[in-house]
């Protein structure tokens, strides 16, 4: 596996760091990665699922959203809309640099932020969901001790998986603005959703209401007894292989 660090610029005009990891071999299919809420590109899953695609011949660009990991810019002052224009300019800057990506891949809210940015990347032709809310106001819940708050003097800190994270009330209301139902209905690609049936994070409704609103060709994938994180590494290795798989019918 050839791993490559790359730098491009943002929806906010910062410098976001991903890597992009392609086969030895040359690459004829690639894949952009959508990291879940806080999380990064290095969050292991993540990289496990990264390494197994390119075994089985699938290139993987992952990055950090913009103020997050190594990208550069203020966490506090992005929101969902601006994941969503951050993973189209790095769609685009994979487009110029080397080539597009056929597969949008996203876990958690990176989930609902590829279905919502697969229309504006026109070269893509699947979408898989890993974990996704149906709508993304369902990240409300991380902070709902806050809430109030957030309202009322605009920002508060609050901690999530161990950190401190500065969340502002733009936030909260650029999540009302998305129209996920209609995104979904009319997201004219080939859809894969995994989820667990005992995700304590994203109930597994959330799957049923994306698979319900979607239109053929569309899959489902119960993940059994996995977290949500698929932090046991057979999880995310199994993502990866079923995901393969499927992709080889499209590409």
Known sequence: MRSTKITFEGAQGDNLVGYLDLPDDKTQTLALFAHCFTCSKNLKPVKNISRTLVD??????????????????????????????DLVAAAAHLGKEYQWPEILIGHSLGGAAVLQAASEVSQSKAVATIGAPSNPVHVKKNFSANLEEIE??????????????KIKKQFLDDLETANMDRTISNLDRALMIFHSPVDQTVGISNASHIYKLAK????????????????????????????ASWARRYF
Do not use: C, Q
């Not at 119960?222 to 995310?236: G, I, N, R, V």
């Open 216 to 243: 053929h060709p569309k899959s489902f994938v119960s993940l059994d007894d996995a977290d949500h994180l698929l932090m046991k590494e057979e999880d995310s290795i199994y993502v990866a292989e079923v995901l």
């Open 152 to 165: 009322t003097t605009g920002e508060a800190t609050v901690t999530l998986a161990g950190r401190d994270f």
């Open 56 to 85: 089985k011949g699938i290139g993987v660009f992952r990055f950090d959203f913009t103020g997050l990991g190594e990208s550069e810019g203020d966490f506090a002052d992005t929101n969902f809309s601006s994941n969503v224009e």
